[in-house]
């Protein structure tokens, strides 16, 4: 038995991973607050979102689905675990990814050159649209005409309607989004601050949009934004 003769338990720096009991802990996992080993965490981190999929019947078989690629560490970890999900389990889709350039210079093209590189890195083929060929004014001009008073609400209804002009282009069933439980969360409370309630009954929806041109899709509705984080570099 572990433990002094006081009864203290012994301290020890390297504790072992509670699931497998056999390596040593890497880190506290932020959801569950457990200490677990690198391969335990990649396993239950993805594991959980197979869940999610399944328990919603997120996809079918044969469904052509787009991952809305921003070049953020949300959809970048999305589109990795997606494709990655789809091949262990036979999901039997064609993954797409789909990116909208609104053309802010120092912003998106950076992040575009990230998507870029998934694409060679998970042989997923990349759709861009952008806001210049399909309203013929990039974000940058539009700002310069109406200064940045709103901008952000013109630049999210636009790209709102450019992902689906892009999923229409490439002919997929549903968009996923790497909304997390996190961006969930504060959605709901602008919505509650907003008094907003019908976006306030809709906005935790795992699946929006049936009823309109392109269902959307959230596989990261229960994955906590520190887990994400963690996830690529752990
Ligand atoms: N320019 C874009 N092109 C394609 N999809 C996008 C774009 N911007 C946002 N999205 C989609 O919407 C989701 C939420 O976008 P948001 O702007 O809130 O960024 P975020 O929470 O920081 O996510 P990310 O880390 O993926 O950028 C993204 O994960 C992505 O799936």
């Not at 636009?158 to 689906?164: S, Y």
């Amino acid at each position: 038995m572990e433990g002094s003769a006081a009864g203290k338990p012994k301290k020890s720096g390297a504790r072992q991973c509670c699931i497998c009991n056999q390596k040593r802990a890497a880190l506290k996992r932020p959801k569950t607050l457990e200490q677990i080993c690198r391969e335990c965490f990649y396993e239950v981190f993805e594991e959980e979102i197979h869940q999610v999929i399944v328990e919603n019947q997120l996809f079918k078989p044969g469904e052509r689905i787009a991952i809305g690629a921003s070049g953020g560490k949300d959809s970048t970890v999305l589109a990795f675990v997606l494709s990655e999900l789809n091949k262990r389990h036979n999901y039997g889709l064609d993954l797409f990814l789909l990116s909208v350039d609104e053309g802010i210079t120092g912003y998106r093209d950076d992040s575009l050159e990230t998507v870029k590189r998934n694409e060679m890195q998970y042989g997923l083929p990349l759709k861009i649209v952008s806001y210049k060929d399909l309203y013929g004014w990039t974000m940058d001009e539009i700002v310069k005409m109406i200064g940045l008073k709103n901008n952000c609400t013109f630049c999210g209804v636009f790209r709102r309607q450019a992902l689906d002009r892009g999923a229409a282009l490439l002919k997929v069933d549903k968009l996923a989004t790497g909304h997390n439980a996190d961006d969930i969360a504060e959605t709901v409370l602008l919505n509650i601050l907003r008094g907003d309630i019908a976006r306030l009954s809709r906005c935790t929806s795992i699946v929006t949009g049936e009823d309109g041109p392109i269902p959307r899709c959230k596989p990261f509705k229960y994955t906590y934004e520190k887990e994400i984080v963690i996830y690529p570099s752990c």
